[in-house]
């Protein structure tokens, strides 16, 4: 194999795993920028040596964000990707090629930022969203519109006239910085892995199975394309200013830009200006304004001729290495973080960075006192990015992982295939003592007011409370006289313990901590299993059968429950009056009594959460795949082909919405 080729293969493999990382499993392991750079080369190896070339090269698509839990649908028009550029000088050639190709016709050029988020294509008719799609492979892509309509800066309904019977509008669903702050609080408080940037975490949020989780998330979007046949306007500015009249959010960063200086200037100012704004932006957009230029410009087999993207640069600084520390977390995970010498970045200064695991210090051969190369960019949370090894002290040694907890002293434990050690020490290891009872109290759980870290690292060291259980024998008396206590504090604190004897059981199962155990994983196996004596005591092949629940999840919830010191707290629990029951769901007839019924596609009146909470009101049975046991498929638009088949083979009768609505309605 001649080096050219073989140089080809690693490139389209690299890059293919690159997108597959980023669209699918929103995790990118490479910046923007290196992709970017990857993909330059590999167009060019196979301009030069087209030979080698293959329809199924990476430079031949798009990446893809489609997922199975989805009903997929083609797009009207390709969502094309653009061209990228981290160079003024670039730009600034682009504005010249587009006059050349327009013959001297000079065009005005529109700026707008380029919002870091995730693509999405809406559907209006007759002034109703009817649709909203993921950009998916370009070609089709994934239907969130159930997801989409929890959005609240989107409109369901538009405001004002003048907009076409039929249209689609593009944008950005993008998570804002507050927002992105509470939900990684949240999750690290957690012990789940946190979002690397607002990015992500709208991606993630976007593909969720439970609408009311996307809700809780706080997404927001902007606008920036608008498609039809029938535009009030005849260029993209004046049709996205309509859009934003008609209750689209559209930034007030687009601005008409008549000439390369002018050009110049947007950049030079957003690039400081950006900043400031309240989501996270990694570029700006050069459109040409003109929509009868734009089709005389045309497209490539991957972008538009008639639009750019400019990077930012992200931001990097160097420092020194003072010393890496291994924090315990509540499920005993040990992490490893590099405390710097403070540097400023992105407006921050910045003191930790965590260097996540012992294969990623291997990977960048850390030695003491190095000079680490730290980066933001588009992310709020810093991390190490290379180290500069020409600075490397004389002597210095090798940073190795920890072999025993820095806690507790307990032997690390890896299990196989996973990359993170582990104390397994549970119920002797400090912090994950605390931590617990600390997860226990929170906001989400159970809901203890006046009870945090630093309060629960005070009442372990005093013996008040080494496990949960404890929380129920707290008194005033015990309370008050502790340091930085009082009576004020001891009353509020037993009044949270008050009150959370009245919190749902759902809530009480993810209070408890079990290993893989999330807040909307334990709504699904509280309502399923309806008590906690049942939970205790379901077999392995039940526990599976809960949506979200597979092997692993199952035998972590079995293992909880056959430790001792937790059936003993969980009797101690039940003692304190906490809630071991679900909610008995909502019975309004029998009319469905003993259907079993498939709910598939996009609908217009409820959500299928909504749906599937109507058919067991009215007592029947939601099912996840047809069979001939299967009485309804209830199908919204856009009901995925192959259940269609498959209930059109087996006889199954197929109802829409309306007709389901007067199925279960009073006479």
Same mark, same amino acid.
């Given at each position: ?52 070339? #293959? ?32 160079? &003024? ?5 682009? &504005?010249?090629?587009?006059? @050349?190709? *327009? ?40 239907? &969130? ?10 409109? *369901? ?68 394309? *608008?498609?039809?046949?029938?535009? =009030? ?30 050009? #110049? ?79 400023? *970045? ?18 960048? #051969? ?14 709020? $949370? =810093? ?50 003592? @605390? ?5 226990? &109290? ?78 909307? @994983? ?41 430790? +001792? ?38 609908? !217009?009146?409820? !959500? ?28 919204? #638009?856009?009901?995925? +082909? ?21 199925? $279960?309605?009073?006479?």
């Amino acid at each position: 194999m001649s080096d050219v080729k073989q140089r080809i293969e690693e490139l389209r493999s690299a890059l293919n795993t690159h997108n597959h990382n980023y669209y699918v499993l929103n995790s990118p392991t490479i910046s923007d920028r290196q992709f970017d750079d990857m993909m330059k080369e590999l167009e060019t190896l196979e301009i030069n040596h087209p030979q080698y070339d #293959d329809p199924l090269s990476p430079t031949h698509r798009v990446g893809s964000d489609l997922t199975k839990g989805f009903e997929q649908t083609g797009h009207i028009y390709r969502m094309l990707s653009l061209a990228n550029t981290y160079s &003024v000088e670039e730009v600034d050639q682009w &504005v010249e090629r587009v006059q @050349t190709s *327009l013959e001297g016709e000079r065009p005005v050029i529109v700026g707008e930022m380029k919002f870091d988020g995730t693509s999405i294509s809406l559907i209006y008719e007759h002034g109703r969203l009817i649709r909203a799609v993921t950009r998916g492979d370009g070609e089709k892509g994934d239907v &969130v519109t159930d997801n989409v309509k929890t959005i609240k800066s989107i409109p *369901l309904v538009l405001h004002g006239t003048g907009w076409p019977d039929f249209f689609e509008i593009r944008g950005e669903i993008v998570l804002p910085w507050k927002e992105f702050d509470r939900l990684n609080a949240e999750r690290e408080f957690n012990e789940e892995p946190i979002f690397a940037n607002p990015r992500n975490a709208a991606s993630g949020t976007l593909k969720l199975l439970n609408p009311a989780e996307v809700a809780r998330r706080g997404l927001d979007a902007y606008f920036y394309y *608008l498609l039809g046949d029938n535009l =009030p306007a005849d260029n993209h500015y004046d049709n996205m200013m309509e859009a934003r009249r008609w209750g689209f959010k559209v930034s007030d960063a687009m601005t008409k830009l008549y000439d390369i200086t002018k050009v #110049d200037k947007y950049i030079n100012h957003w690039d400081t200006a950006r900043k400031e704004l309240p989501v996270a932006t990694d570029g700006l957009v050069f459109k040409v304004n003109s929509l009868r230029q734009q089709l005389n410009l045309g497209f490539t087999a991957k972008s538009p001729r008639w639009a750019i993207a400019y990077k930012f640069k992200a931001e990097r600084a160097e420092t020194r290495l003072r010393f890496v520390s291994f924090d315990v977390g509540r499920m005993g995970y040990v992490t490893p973080v590099a405390n710097l010498e403070p540097v400023l *970045l992105s407006g921050t200064v910045v003191k930790r960075a965590s260097l996540h695991n012992e294969d990623i210090m291997r990977t960048f #051969d850390i030695h003491e006192g190095d000079m680490l190369y730290v980066e933001k960019g588009g992310e709020i $949370i =810093p991390k190490i990015v290379g180290v500069n090894t020409a600075e490397r002290l004389p002597d210095a040694k090798t940073v190795r992982f920890v072999s025993h907890c820095p806690e507790c002293g307990a032997p690390l434990v890896r299990q196989e295939g996973e990359a993170a050690w582990f104390c397994p020490n549970k119920w002797g290891c400090p912090p994950q003592i @605390t931590g617990r009872v600390e997860h226990f &109290v929170g906001r989400r759980m159970m809901n203890i007011d006046g009870i945090g870290e630093e309060t629960s690292k005070i009442l372990y060291s005093t013996g008040l409370v080494t496990n949960i259980g404890d929380i129920y024998d707290l008194t005033i008396d015990k309370l008050k006289d502790l340091e930085r206590f009082g009576e004020k504090s001891a009353e509020r604190i037993m009044q949270g313990i008050e009150d959370s004897r009245h919190v749902p059981f759902d809530r009480v199962v993810y209070a408890l901590s079990i290993p893989g155990v999330g807040e909307t @994983t334990a709504k699904k196996i509280a309502t399923t299993a309806g008590s906690m004596d049942r939970l205790m005591n379901m077999s392995q092949t039940e526990l599976e059968s809960i949506e979200d629940v597979g092997p692993h999840i199952a035998e972590s919830i079995i293992e909880y429950f056959n430790v +001792p010191i937790n059936r003993q707290n969980i009797e101690r629990l039940r003692a304190a009056g906490l809630q071991f029951e679900a909610e008995k769901a909502q019975v309004l007839s029998d009319r469905l009594n003993g259907k079993s019924i498939i709910i598939s596609g996009v609908f !217009s009146h409820h !959500s299928r959460d909504e749906y599937k909470k109507m058919i067991e009101a009215h007592g029947g049975k939601n099912v996840g795949s047809i069979s001939k046991k299967t009485d309804y498929v209830l199908a919204g #638009d856009n009901m995925g +082909p192959a259940k269609l088949e498959k209930a059109q083979k087996l006889g199954i009768p197929i109802i829409d919405e309306d007709t389901f609505l007067k199925m $279960i309605a009073d006479e």
